[in-house]
């Protein structure tokens, strides 16, 4: 195991690393944090989850569930009849964390967890992650909703994200110089990010953690099929591209405005640049995925897949990730005179 490594979050969540990911309970079960998206969740597949989860953590008694569960704005706003009740059920199982992202009207949903939870010790309170892409996000969400952990997402993520964002270099920097130190939440590094190195660069550079996606796609808890882990792993940064072609051919264009995805190019990308009509395309897409044919299948990944080349238990990720990281700050300590 390698070393612990202190951070405001590793502090807030009682965590040893600051890795948050999905895989959910190996993630946080290896030291770092997991979330899960309950997109496309039933109430009783979410229970299902949650009930997992709380089986395979040891020594919980009246602790908050070591893992946290996001939710996207747009949905809560569009299908609440739906949605709302999947956020009563996260709160009431007692989760860690909160995270919302890509909405027009967090606001309201922030209120209505802080409402719902008000009864509870503040100990067992969830906490609150939010998303942002820009710095004027970022200030809403740090001075007038004052959440918990801020999460810079920048251009190289993978999946979906604003297409106009900088890097997350940049973005975390700017968010981390309009912000006064004294009151700043801890702010998260998301995008791009695969190897320990580089979360120790978003340590030193003032990121309270670092948030990997893609990486954690490459293990066996992920549920993307071998043939797409095989493209993964075969890719190079250079094959990602932001585009909103992914979410016309899935028929999902309910995303808020100036949001696509970055996935590999393949022929659905190709098709919407040559001006085959979204039917034809989409038909496409659902045949693709019937038969397990990537050509016509969306692929998310985020710009970092070039440092990924192997396929490794979540816990094995995070521990790989924590001993690069440690590596690296030990190396950057050395420059020092």
């Known amino acids: 195991m390698s070393a612990t490594i ?6 807030l969540l009682r965590i040893r690393v600051p890795i948050v990911s999905a895989s959910m309970v190996e993630v ?3 030291g770092g944090f997991g979330f899960f998206g309950v ?13 997992y989860a709380r089986t395979h953590t040891s020594d919980l008694q009246d602790k908050p569930l070591p893992i946290g569960c996001g939710f996207l704005g747009w949905m809560l706003e569009l299908k609440e009849d739906e949605y709302r009740p999947l956020l009563d059920i996260v709160i009431e199982a ?3 964390a909160i995270w919302l992202s890509f909405g027009n009207n967090l606001d309201r949903w922030i209120q209505y967890i802080r409402n719902a939870t008000a009864n509870i010790p503040s100990v067992r309170k969830p906490l609150l992650f939010v998303q942002v892409t820009t710095v004027e996000e970022a200030l809403r969400a740090a001075n007038e909703w ?4 801020i999460v810079a997402q920048g251009n190289e993520s993978g999946g979906h994200g604003r297409s106009t964002a900088p890097s997350t270099m940049v973005l975390l920097s700017e968010i981390l110089a309009a912000l006064p130190r004294d009151s700043i939440p801890p702010v998260l590094a998301a995008g791009g990010i695969s190897n320990g190195a580089q979360i120790a660069a978003y340590l030193t550079a003032g990121a309270s953690g670092a948030v990997l996606g893609t990486r954690f796609v490459l293990t066996p808890e992920s549920t993307y099929s071998d043939a797409q882990k095989n493209v993964l792993k075969a890719a190079k940064s250079s094959q990602t591209v932001r585009s909103l072609a992914f979410d016309q051919a899935r028929g999902t264009n309910n995303w808020p405005d100036g949001i696509d995805g970055r996935g590999i190019r393949n022929g659905i990308v190709r098709d919407i640049e040559s001006g085959v009509d979204e039917e034809t395309t989409q038909e496409k897409y659902r045949a693709a995925v019937q038969a397990g044919d990537t050509n016509y299948m969306v692929i998310w990944s985020g710009q970092g897949i070039s440092l990924i080349n192997d396929i490794k238990p979540a816990r094995a990720v995070v521990e790989e990730l924590s001993a690069g990281a440690v590596q690296a700050l030990r190396r950057a300590q050395r420059l020092l005179a």
């Not at 997109?39 to 009930?51: C, H, I, Q, V, Y």
Request: proline share 0%; net charge positive; no cysteine.
């Open 94 to 96: 007692g989760v860690r």
């Open 39 to 51: 997109a496309g969740f039933t109430r009783e597949k979410l229970r299902d989850e949650l009930s």
């Open 28 to 30: 946080s079960r290896a």
């Open 6 to 11: 202190k951070t405001e979050l590793t502090e």
């Open 146 to 149: 004052k959440v918990d952990v």
